[in-house]
C-alpha cells in the first residue's frame, strides 16, 4: 500500500455505505480490514475465528439461511416462545433418517407435539413444543451437537 | 498418540488446574459445564465450554452419557474426570474406551477391582501389604461374634462397596457387634446396593497416611512421598501435609515400598493413592484402599517434590513413557494444605452457597492457590462448597505453619461464610504444632473446645 488510510476516508466510507441502503460492506486490503453492516445484532463471532480455537468438527456447510433458519438476531425473536434443548446431545429434525421432519417453518404446534429429538449416545428423547402457535424459526442444525438450553425453535403463540 | 483435544470432565478448581496443566503441554481443551458454571474460571480459561445439562449433578457432572457424548461431538480424543463425580466410576472410562477416547486414569476394570474394597484388600495381601487386622466377608450376626472375638474390640463394621468412611458401624463388645451387623448391612444396601460387609480393628488413635503413585501400566510405579491427612471431620479431610513429619523414616520407608509393590503388583496406570492407617503407638501401618484418581491433595505432594502431578497424568494417558526414575523424585521441605469451604462453621459446618462480594487472598513466598473463585463469584447450590485450598509450604514443617498462620490472617472473604476462621484456630492449636493430632482430634478435641469457648 502507498499510504496509510486517513480518517477522514474512512469517515466518508462509512457515509457512503449508510446512504447507500447496503446490508453489509466488507473491505480488506494489506494491512486493513473493515467490517460495516446495518444488522444491529450483527456482532463479531471472535472465538470461532481464532486460529487457536478448535473449530466445530465435521461440521457440515452451513444450510443456505432462509429468513428464518439459522441463529437469528435477538430482535427476530422478540415476542417468540424459544423452544430449548434440555441437555446436550444430538439434534434431529425428523423420528428417523430418510423420513419427513417432524415439523417445518409455519407448522402448527401443540403444547404437546413433538418437534424434534435430541440423542444422548443412542437415547433419543422427543422434545415437546411446550405452547400452541406456530413455528417461526428453526434454530439448530439437524445432526448437530446442541447445548443445554441452547434455542432449536422459535414459536409464535399468539398465531 | 499425544493428547490434541482434552476433555475435562468436572468442574470449580479442579477443572481449573486440569485445563492450565493441559495448556501447559499444549493441549487444547473443551469444558463440560452444568448451566449453573457457564460463567466459571475454568469455561472461560479453556478453549471451549458446552452446557450439558441444568445444574443438579446427576443430570449435568454425573451423567457419563452426557459427558462422553459431549466429549465425542467437540472432537476430543482423551478425557479427564478430576475427582469426585464420575472419576471412578466405571462405566465412564468404559464408554470413553467404546468411542475412541482415551481416559486420563487406569482401566475401567482396574476401578471396578479398586472400588471393591474386599477385592482391594485381598490385593494388598497378595502383594505382601500388611492390612488392618480384620476379616473377609462376614456372613451373619454369628459370623460377626466370632470374627470381633477373634480381632479383638472395639472393630469396625464396614462396607465392602462403600469407602471415604461411608457405611461404618462400631461395636465394643458381642452384643454390640451382632446389632451392628444388622445395621451395616442394611446401610450398605440402602447406599450402595450391596450389603456385604467386612470387620476391621478399630484404631483409637490412628493417623491418615497416604502415598502418591504413578504407574505406566506396564509394571512401572513410582511415588512421589506420602502424605498426613490426619485433620479429618466425619471423614472428610480439612488438612493435608506432606510429608509425614510424625513418621520414622524407617516405617516411611516400608511406607513407600508397600504401597508401590501394591500399585506394581497390579500394573496399576496413571495417578493413584493408596490409603493407609498409621497406628502410632504400635508403630505399625495398615492398609485401608486404594484412591484411582487425582485426589483434592495432590498440591502437597507437587510442592515438596517439585512435580507436576497433573501433567503426568495427561502425558502417561498420551501414551509417553514415566521417564522418571525413583531417585529423581525428592522431597524437600514441608507442605500444608487448607481446605477452605463456604460452610458456617457455627451452623454445624452448614454449606453456604451464595454470592462473594469480596476476595482478598494471601499472597508471597511459599503460598499457591488453587481456586476458582474470585469477588463476585457465585458459589451455586448443587455441588460441594469447597471455594479453595491453600497450599504453603517452608523448608520445615515449623515454617510452613508460620507462614501458613500468616497467609490465613490475610485472607478475606465476605459475601458467604467460610471456613478460614476454624483454620486459623487449628494451626495455632498446640496440638497441631506439636503434631500429636490423630484422626479424631478435630471432633474430639478441637471442636468442642472451641464450643466451650464461644460460650
Redesign the interface.
Known amino acids: 500500500m502507498d499510504k496509510p488510510i486517513r480518517p477522514e476516508e474512512i469517515e466518508a466510507l462509512v457515509a457512503e455505505f449508510e446512504a447507500s441502503g447496503c446490508a453489509e460492506l466488507h473491505v480488506r486490503f494489506e494491512g486493513f480490514e473493515l467490517h460495516l453492516s446495518s444488522d444491529p445484532a450483527a456482532r463479531t463471532v471472535a472465538r470461532q475465528t481464532a486460529p487457536s480455537a478448535p473449530a466445530e468438527p465435521d461440521s457440515p456447510p452451513r444450510p443456505a439461511p432462509s429468513a428464518s433458519s439459522g441463529p437469528a438476531g435477538a430482535d427476530d425473536l422478540d415476542g417468540f416462545e424459544i423452544v430449548r434443548a434440555p441437555y446436550l446431545g444430538t439434534f434431529y429434525r425428523a423420528p428417523k433418517p430418510g423420513e419427513p421432519a417432524y415439523v417445518e417453518l409455519g407448522a402448527t404446534v401443540s403444547a404437546e407435539s413433538e418437534i424434534c429429538l435430541v440423542e444422548v449416545m443412542k437415547l433419543f428423547t422427543a422434545v415437546r413444543a411446550g405452547v400452541a402457535g406456530t413455528i417461526t424459526h428453526i434454530l439448530a442444525t439437524d445432526g448437530q451437537m446442541v447445548e443445554a438450553g441452547q434455542p432449536l425453535f422459535a414459536i409464535d403463540a399468539k398465531g | 498418540m499425544a493428547i490434541r ?1 482434552l476433555f475435562v470432565a468436572n468442574r470449580g478448581e479442579i477443572a481449573l488446574r486440569v485445563v492450565r496443566a493441559a495448556q501447559a503441554l499444549n493441549i ?1 481443551t ?1 469444558v ?1 459445564v ?2 449453573a458454571d457457564t460463567e466459571s474460571a475454568a469455561a472461560k480459561l479453556a ?2 465450554a ?5 445444574g443438579p449433578a446427576s ?2 457432572y454425573l ?1 457419563a ?2 459427558v ?3 466429549a465425542r ?3 476430543c480424543d482423551a478425557l479427564h474426570p478430576g475427582y469426585g463425580f464420575l472419576s471412578e466410576r466405571a462405566i465412564l472410562p468404559r ?1 470413553c474406551g467404546q468411542h475412541g477416547i482415551g481416559f486420563v486414569g487406569p482401566e475401567a476394570d482396574m476401578i471396578d477391582a479398586l472400588g471393591d474394597k474386599l477385592r482391594a484388600r485381598a490385593m494388598a495381601a497378595a502383594a505382601g501389604v500388611p492390612l488392618v487386622p480384620g476379616s473377609d466377608e462376614i456372613a451373619s450376626a454369628a459370623d460377626a461374634r466370632r470374627e470381633a472375638d477373634r480381632i479383638g474390640y472395639p472393630v469396625l463394621l464396614k462396607a465392602s462397596a462403600g469407602g471415604g468412611g461411608r457405611g461404618m458401624v462400631i461395636a465394643h463388645n458381642g452384643d454390640e457387634v451382632e446389632a451392628g451387623f444388622h445395621k451395616a448391612s442394611a446401610e450398605a444396601m440402602a447406599a450402595f446396593n450391596d450389603g456385604t460387609l467386612f470387620m476391621e480393628r478399630f484404631v483409637g488413635r490412628a493417623r491418615h497416611v497416604e502415598v502418591q503413585l504413578m504407574g505406566d501400566g506396564n509394571g512401572k510405579v513410582l511415588h512421589f512421598g506420602e502424605r498426613d491427612c490426619s485433620v479429618q471431620r466425619r471423614y472428610q479431610k480439612l488438612i493435608e501435609e506432606a510429608p509425614c513429619a510424625a513418621m520414622p523414616d524407617a516405617l516411611r520407608a516400608q511406607l513407600h515400598t508397600s504401597a508401590t509393590a501394591l500399585a506394581a503388583s497390579v500394573n496399576y496406570r496413571n495417578a493413584g493413592t493408596a490409603e493407609f492407617l498409621y497406628d502410632v503407638e504400635r508403630q505399625e501401618i495398615y492398609f485401608i484402599e486404594v484412591n484411582a484418581r487425582i485426589q483434592v491433595e495432590h498440591p502437597v505432594s507437587e510442592m515438596v517434590t517439585g512435580q507436576d502431578l497433573v501433567g503426568w497424568q495427561l502425558r502417561i494417558a498420551g501414551g509417553e513413557p514415566l521417564a522418571l526414575e525413583q531417585d529423581d523424585i525428592r522431597v524437600s521441605g514441608h507442605a500444608i494444605e487448607c481446605r477452605i469451604n463456604a460452610e458456617d462453621p457455627a451452623l454445624d459446618f452448614r454449606p453456604s452457597p451464595g454470592r462473594i462480594t469480596r476476595w482478598s487472598p494471601p499472597g508471597g513466598e511459599g503460598i499457591r492457590l488453587d481456586t476458582h473463585m474470585s469477588e463476585g463469584a457465585t458459589i451455586p447450590p448443587y455441588y460441594d462448597s469447597m471455594i479453595g485450598k491453600l497450599i504453603v509450604t517452608g523448608d520445615t514443617r515449623a515454617q510452613a505453619i508460620e507462614r501458613l498462620s500468616a497467609a490465613l490472617a490475610d485472607f478475606r472473604v465476605e459475601g458467604v461464610p467460610t471456613t478460614i476462621g476454624l483454620h486459623r484456630e487449628i494451626v495455632s492449636h498446640p496440638d497441631f504444632v506439636a503434631n500429636t493430632i490423630h484422626t479424631r482430634w478435630l471432633e474430639q478435641t478441637l471442636l468442642p473446645g472451641l464450643a466451650i469457648a464461644a460460650e
Open positions: 483435544r487444547e473443551v463440560g452444568s448451566a478453549d471451549r458446552v452446557v450439558l445439562g441444568p443430570k449435568s451423567d452419557r452426557l462422553v457424548h459431549a461431538e467437540t472432537g464408554l
